[in-house]
């Protein structure tokens, strides 16, 4: 499990010309289709969980604590970063949706109260069978259908050496939708280090400019925004997006 901090930001023309004026490497290209899941009423997304299917391996992203908690003295810039736990062993992602099913859905039966064994399962090594072999029926038994599906094309990039920007990733995203978008980051192994990496990831825009203080839509906002209003809308009203 670790624990992603990450601030979008919008790509201008010459973003690769400037990550390389601050030293920035390209470490390559990849294309990726992710699949998103949710139930009929959105009970994870509504809850900012976002489980997703990415090239058949299963992750799931969720808030760990609030944003004021974890700022610390920082100031209200660290506002626009996001941190998200996330989650990639099969076992895990499965105890933890049953348990934010459970929270918003407390009168209805819950796939859990119909398999308690599950939450005696010993979680196996991180991300050691994330990969199903196609026995997706806990995805019917929870209810839980596609809501979004597009594909990537990312190209990333990271610093060399042990300065400010070690352990920083810049991801330049387009997806196939016509939205581009890019996004520093840092993962974190746990929440202690979490101001740290926020203030590598203030440096990083710093060194490339970036001077807006306006939040940037994410791939899923403006997909969503375009094709299913109704979701958008409600996660707009819940402050999710
Ligand atoms: C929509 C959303 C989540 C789904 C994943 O979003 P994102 O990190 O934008 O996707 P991607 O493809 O870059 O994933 P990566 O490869 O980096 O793992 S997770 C949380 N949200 C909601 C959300 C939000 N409320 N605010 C911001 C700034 N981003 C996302």
Same mark, same amino acid.
Not at 180 to 200: F, H, M, N, W, Y
């Given at each position: ?13 010459? =973003? ?70 996330? =989650? ?35 979680? +196996? ?77 203030? +440096? ?29 809308? +409600? ?7």
């Amino acid at each position: 499990m670790s624990v992603e901090v990450e601030r979008k930001f919008v790509c201008d023309a010459d =973003i690769q010309k400037q990550l390389e004026e601050i030293g920035a490497v390209c470490i390559g290209q990849k294309q990726f289709q992710d699949q998103y899941y949710d139930t009929p009423d959105f009970l994870l997304t509504l809850r900012d969980v976002w489980l997703r299917c990415r090239q058949g391996c299963w992750e799931l992203k969720c808030t760990t604590v609030t944003k004021a908690e974890d700022r610390g003295g920082e100031p209200q810039k660290a506002e626009l970063c996001s941190r998200y736990q996330e =989650i990639t062993n099969l076992s895990q992602i499965q105890l933890k949706v049953r348990e934010v099913m459970k929270e918003g859905n407390g009168e209805q039966k819950t796939a859990d109260q119909m398999h308690p064994a599950v939450h005696q399962d010993t979680p +196996k090594a991180e991300g050691a069978e994330n990969c199903p072999t196609g026995n997706d029926s806990w995805l019917m038994e929870l209810n839980l259908v596609c809501f979004a599906e597009f594909t990537t094309q990312r190209c990333s990039f990271t610093f060399e050496g042990e300065g400010d920007e070690s352990g920083v990733r810049v991801d330049l995203d387009q997806a196939d939708f016509g939205y581009c978008v890019g996004e520093i980051e840092v993962l974190v192994p746990k929440r202690e280090d979490i101001q740290s990496a926020l203030r590598k990831i203030e +440096k990083t825009a710093q060194r490339l400019g970036l001077s807006g203080d306006q939040r940037v839509q994410g791939k899923m906002d403006v997909y969503l925004q375009r094709y299913c209003p109704e979701h958008y809308a +409600k996660l707009l009203s819940a402050h999710i997006l």
